[in-house]
């Protein structure tokens, strides 16, 4: 079982649609980032977490510690929000999860 | 605003050659990571460095070595490429090791190796 699941695998929504993506762990954590990745491979962080809820535009993440799950949510999604997000756990190195592909169409 | 470079976006190289892959951050950081990315894998820690000649195997290091000579530069080299390294290469750096202190990682636009 990897030590960072997340889900779905794939998701394709309508622009505006509002969007939820999972992350469980089995591990200990110190911080909880989530990442965004656009076609050609560059990475982006959007949130580090280690506790309750952070929102930066149109984007909000949430984590329950004692249930070892987080959540990014996309409000309004537009199509440029389309991108693989991944979820990654920070213990002794960062353990990412397998990513979320996300297409949002017009 | 670029933070951490790769020096090449795609790379072809031929089975059994040597390939270094070289990283630049520009923010004084200590910690330095090479990860590869396979689809349905996620990213996968080959080597980190927590200080200049200082190197830490990762989860799969075979077939790897690194170099760290500079504290702003991270070489991941390939001694005799095979085609199972084909994949996605990125580069990360942190300030402060990772699981003592939350910091933010900042990563490279990663280099797309392929191996023929």
């Avoid at chain 2, 689809?39 to 200049?52: C, E």
Wanted: proline letters at 2%.
């Amino acid at each position: 079982k990897n030590e960072v699941e997340q889900s779905p695998q794939n998701l394709t929504a309508q622009e505006g649609e509002f969007i939820t993506i999972n992350c469980s762990y089995s591990v200990g954590i110190s911080a909880l980032h989530w990442l965004q990745q656009h076609p050609g491979g560059g990475i982006v962080s959007l949130f580090m977490l280690s506790s309750g809820k952070k929102k930066h535009g149109r984007l909000i993440a949430t984590i329950n510690i004692q249930e070892k799950h987080s959540s990014l949510h996309i409000t309004a999604s537009h199509p440029r929000d389309s991108a693989v997000y991944i979820c990654a756990v920070e213990s002794s190195t960062l353990v990412f999860g397998a990513g979320t592909i996300l297409r949002v169409k017009s | 605003d670029v933070k951490v470079t790769q020096s090449s976006r795609y790379l072809v190289k031929r089975t059994g050659e040597k390939v270094f892959l070289e990283c630049v951050q520009d923010m004084d950081h200590e910690n330095m990571f090479w990860y590869r990315q396979d689809p349905g894998l996620g990213l996968r820690l080959i080597y980190f460095s927590y200080d200049v000649k200082m190197k830490e195997k990762g989860d799969i290091p075979e077939g790897y070595s690194v170099s760290r000579e500079k504290k702003e530069r991270f070489s991941l080299i390939l001694e005799s490429a095979s085609t199972n390294q084909t994949s996605m290469y990125l580069c990360a750096s942190t300030t402060y090791r990772l699981g003592l202190m939350n910091t933010e990682a900042f990563f490279g636009q990663g280099t797309r190796l392929t191996v023929v």
